[in-house]
């Protein structure tokens, strides 16, 4: 309905006394009435009458007379009611929508905004040598959902996993392993041996402070390339990576690159000395900073006194880089919002060193999460880890399959697909940086606002798909039910979705829009029946499923949702 909107915005603003008002400011001005008795669309005539010095109800009715002399393609009527100026919408016009959608198909919803454009995301990120635990969820599947977003939009993508594989925990690491550790039980027990290490030396740091003096002097032998040293980090990285991939797989979630922080240990020096050369260092106790008084911020700590690098400093020769490799127009980092000062910080110095694309720099950050309303605290140990929620939510989403569908094909991969479904669709479903809480029962209810809901809903429409095999083709100008009229109105919705959703970075609008099209799509199945329906309806109604199938399996596809065609 959007061009439609447009196109009436348009018409209206060359009416006599319409001269301050552009077709776009106009646009802005148009509400959907409450009741679709009412009219389709309405421009509430008040909003216009300061300006134009009339009363509203006058405007309104100017405008109506405007438009029966001057008619736009798609309105059959408008009228007068009490200022309001109420359009309706004709039933050609929304069969004409929705041949559209048919015949774009997979590729309804589509734009290119982004064509010949690059834009690098760097997301989920995990410190390696730990599990993957729930407070790692939200940067893997908002990260992954804004890249599709942005790929739908026509733009290059590239997808970042930047590591964090370098800093004093590898010396810890390699100290705990040196004293109490084997490769042997590494190879067998993988990442829980080194959660294990990794633990093990704080507490006997506690005991014995002189074990982080050797958790430096072994780190930096690794800085400085020691055979052994190298050696040990490699394996450490490479059974971590091992142990992330399944998830990843699990999750269908793909990156381009894993450079992390160590490919940066070497590219640190230069970027220490431009900061240097500029005039932006100053030391601070020994430490040397980056001072950001002025803009109402604490300093971005560039070198320890020990003169070793810091989070800031891998952050700023990263971004350098990547501007250097992929010419991006822009750069977004996915994190928790308790990491917001970090980035506001770094990407001021990027500023202060006088490169211009600061402002391509974007940081996209999210509330906690906690499951059953327990916060998660990952210091007690308390970490609930993504293993075992995944696995609890396949479990419990193959047992409703269980008593839903006994002799449903490839039970486990539906169950994977819908236990995985749920947990995704749970955390994308409010705006990111609200905290998300799990609920099972909720997350899980085929009948709430669900993943499973939605997932269902999209196997009714294939299943329809199925048993009607009927080519009819869809009449210019047939007579809509209300259900029908609606479902058009809501699918219309899709390409305005993806644009907010990719300017806004936010997942949760797809996510609620999956919603909208369950809903309106449930209505439209039990009130408009398709089998025993004349040709016509059943042509147009036929049509509506085909439709519903390609949005809402795109919608869902773009927040990282497996389809099942049978459920
Ligand atoms: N490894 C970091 C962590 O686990 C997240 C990295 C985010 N990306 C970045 N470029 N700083 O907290």
């Known amino acids: 309905m959007n061009a439609l909107k447009e196109t009436l915005a348009k018409t209206l603003c060359e009416a006599p006394g319409m001269e301050g008002f552009t077709p776009s400011s106009l646009a802005e001005l148009f509400d959907t009435p409450p009741d679709p008795a009412m009219g389709d669309l309405a421009l509430a005539c008040f909003k216009l009458s300061k300006l134009m010095r009339k009363s509203p109800v006058a405007i309104a009715s100017d405008l109506s007379a405007y438009l029966t002399e001057h008619p736009v393609n798609g309105i059959f009527k408008s009228e007068n009611a009490g200022g309001y100026l109420n359009f309706f919408v004709s039933d050609a016009y929304r069969v004409s929508i929705l041949k559209g959608i048919l015949d774009q198909g997979e590729a309804y919803g589509t734009n290119e905004t982004g064509k010949g454009k690059t834009m690098v995301i760097d997301y989920s990120s995990p410190n390696i040598a730990k599990r993957f635990h729930i407070g790692h969820l939200g940067t893997t599947i908002i990260g992954n959902s804004i890249k599709l977003l942005h790929r739908f939009c026509g733009y290059r993508t590239i997808g970042i996993n930047y590591l964090g594989d370098w ?120 430490a040397s900073i980056v001072d950001l008084s002025a803009y109402h911020m604490p300093p971005c700590l560039i070198l320890k006194r020990d003169g070793s690098s810091l989070y800031p400093t891998r952050d700023i020769a990263a971004a350098l880089w990547r501007k250097k490799e992929y010419d991006f127009d822009k750069c977004v980092y996915v994190t928790s919002a308790g990491q917001s000062l970090h980035f506001a910080q770094w990407f001021k110095v990027i500023g202060l060193m006088g490169y211009d694309w600061e402002d391509q720099l974007v940081h996209v950050p999210y509330g906690t999460f906690s499951i059953n309303g327990e916060k998660i605290a990952s210091r007690t140990g308390n970490v609930v880890l993504l293993d075992d929620l995944f696995r609890d939510a396949i479990e419990k989403a193959g047992a409703i399959i269980d008593e839903k569908n006994p002799d449903l094909e490839d039970r486990d991969k539906v169950a994977e697909a819908v236990g995985i479904g749920a947990v995704i669709f749970n955390s994308l479903l409010s705006n990111r940086i609200k905290d998300v809480d799990f609920n099972w029962n909720e997350a899980l209810n085929f009948e709430g606002n669900t993943g499973p809901y939605a997932q269902y809903s999209y196997a009714r ?94 919608a869902l596809h773009l927040i990282g949702l497996k389809t099942p065609e049978k459920i």
């Open 461 to 554: 429409a294939c299943s329809i798909l199925r048993k009607e095999t009927d080519e009819l083709e869809i009449p210019d100008d047939p007579a809509l039910c209300t259900e029908e009229k609606d479902l058009i109105t809501v699918l219309s919705a899709f390409p305005e979705k993806i644009l907010r959703a990719v300017k806004e970075y936010e997942p949760s609008v797809i996510t609620r829009y999956a919603l909208d099209i369950c809903q309106s799509f449930n209505r439209f199945y039990n009130s408009c029946p398709i089998r025993g329906a004349l040709p016509e309806e059943k042509a147009v109604r036929l049509g509506l499923c085909k439709a519903v199938k390609t949005t809402l399996g795109s």
């Open 167 to 286: 800093g004093t925990q590898y010396g810890k690491l390699v100290v705990a392993f040196k004293h109490w550790g084997s490769e042997e039980t590494i190879r067998e027990k993988g990442i829980d041996e080194l959660n294990r290490l990794y633990v093990l030396f704080g507490t006997q740091a506690e005991k014995d402070p002189s074990l982080n003096d050797e958790a430096r002097a072994e780190f930096n032998k690794l800085e400085s390339g020691d055979e052994e040293n190298l050696r040990l980090w490699r394996m450490f990285k490479e059974i971590s990576l091992k142990e992330y991939m399944k998830t990843y797989d699990l999750l269908g979630i793909q990156f381009d690159s894993f450079n992390g922080e160590s490919f940066y240990s070497d590219k640190m020096p230069a970027v220490v000395d431009e900061l240097r050369e500029k005039g932006l260092l100053k030391l601070d106790d020994g």
